[in-house]
């Protein structure tokens, strides 16, 4: 199993352009994250989703969209990219049994610089 | 205030030496997760804990639930050990996490 995979790992824009990070996940997992790391501060979350086709704001959801079209990806989409959202970005994949309190599997990371 | 609190912020011990890391949170929990970022960048998780202690290899875990407070142990510490160390606690269906501890482990 591959569990977590983010694409891409590296990522330069200019002000004002887009992308999409991809996150997959192999393990059959209900609930996925986005989370944005930023020096000194703890993981925040961005969107989270319970399930297929189901998406939920998280703590820091201004300037970011999510979609859950199938069970495996969870997308995080930057319409129009700002130099505040220069970081370091993970996704992770869990079961949902016990909401909150089960492990989560973590990707390898996305390091977005936006200039 | 933060509601998850780690101390110290950054620890550097010579190889050999236990180690303690301290997590102090201020909300109701139903768990406690640690988890372990290495150099490169990848987290994993290492314990999760509602009660008592968990001790996987030289790592032990312990949570004070009065006290709301948890500390990651490591004995015998080496420097592949050296890494930044999570605390996040699961409170109202979310997980809240603490800044984290950076560690450095000197041969």
Request: with cysteine; glycine share 10%; net charge positive.
């Amino acid at each position: 199993n591959a569990g977590v995979t983010q694409t891409p790992k590296f990522r330069v824009l200019k002000t004002g352009q887009s992308m999409t990070l991809l996150c997959a996940q192999d393990m059959n997992h209900e609930y996925m994250y986005w989370y944005r790391q930023d020096p000194g501060m703890g993981l925040r979350l961005i969107h989270y989703s319970v399930g297929e086709g189901t998406t939920a704001k998280g703590e820091v959801p201004d300037g970011y969209n999510v979609s859950r079209l199938k069970k495996q990806n969870f997308l995080l989409g930057l319409e129009s990219a700002a130099p505040s959202q220069t970081s370091v970005y993970f996704c992770a994949s869990s079961t949902g049994l016990a909401e909150g309190s089960d492990t989560q599997y973590f990707g390898p990371g996305t390091r977005l610089t936006v200039l | 205030k933060n509601e998850v609190e780690q101390s110290p912020q950054n620890l550097t011990a010579q190889e050999g030496e236990f180690i303690t890391i301290n997590c102090s949170y201020s909300v109701g929990i139903s768990a406690l997760h640690w988890l372990q970022q290495h150099p490169g960048g990848g987290i994993v998780s290492l314990f999760m804990l509602s009660s008592g202690k968990k001790k996987h290899g030289r790592l032990i875990a312990t949570i004070n639930i009065q006290e709301k407070h948890s500390s990651l142990h490591i004995t015998a510490s080496h420097p592949r050990d050296s890494a930044v160390y999570i605390c996040a606690v699961a409170s109202n269906y979310q997980l809240i996490w603490g800044a984290g501890t950076k560690l450095i482990i000197k041969p």
